[in-house]
């Protein structure tokens, strides 16, 4: 069974930083592609990062988040991270975890992210961030 749970949420001040964590079983986050993505309330989920699966580091971000966030993953550990610097009150959201297999050669986890969250079929349940002074 696959499963995805992140982790690492808080209430943060503005300018501060944060780092989420998002760990798989059932699957290998080093082979699917994988996205972080934010739900504001009252919004619909929007995509902010992904790396590429298939042993490959290659990554792409939302004009949004890109210079602040950074996507990585540690294959041994089988855990996705959200490295997110510089925190603005527009970040509060639910952050969710989500990861798709890759159909062969030529993919890239933008492949995927382009389609928002209907490219992703396996998720997380979330978790909060505030960023509030």
């Known amino acids: 069974q696959l499963q995805l749970v992140e982790s690492g949420g808080g209430l943060v001040q503005p300018g501060e930083s944060l780092r989420l964590s998002c760990t798989a079983s059932?699957?290998?986050?080093?082979?699917?592609?994988m996205a972080w993505f934010r739900q504001a309330p009252g919004k619909e989920r929007k995509e902010l990062a992904c790396?590429?699966?298939?042993?490959?580091?290659?990554?792409d971000y939302s004009e949004t988040v890109k210079g602040r966030f950074t996507i990585s993953k540690d294959a041994a550990k089988n855990t996705l991270y959200l490295q997110m610097n510089d925190l603005k009150s527009e970040d509060t959201g639910v952050y969710y975890c989500?990861?798709?297999?890759?159909?062969?050669?030529?993919?890239?986890?933008?492949?995927?992210?382009?389609?928002?969250?209907?490219?992703?079929?396996?998720w997380g349940k979330g978790t909060p961030v505030t960023v509030s002074s």
């Open positions: 059932g699957f290998s986050v080093d082979r699917f592609a």
């Open positions: 790396i590429d699966g298939n042993g490959g580091f290659g990554t």
């Open positions: 989500a990861g798709q297999p890759m159909r062969g050669i030529g993919d890239t986890c933008g492949s995927y992210m382009k389609f928002g969250a209907n490219g992703f079929d396996n």
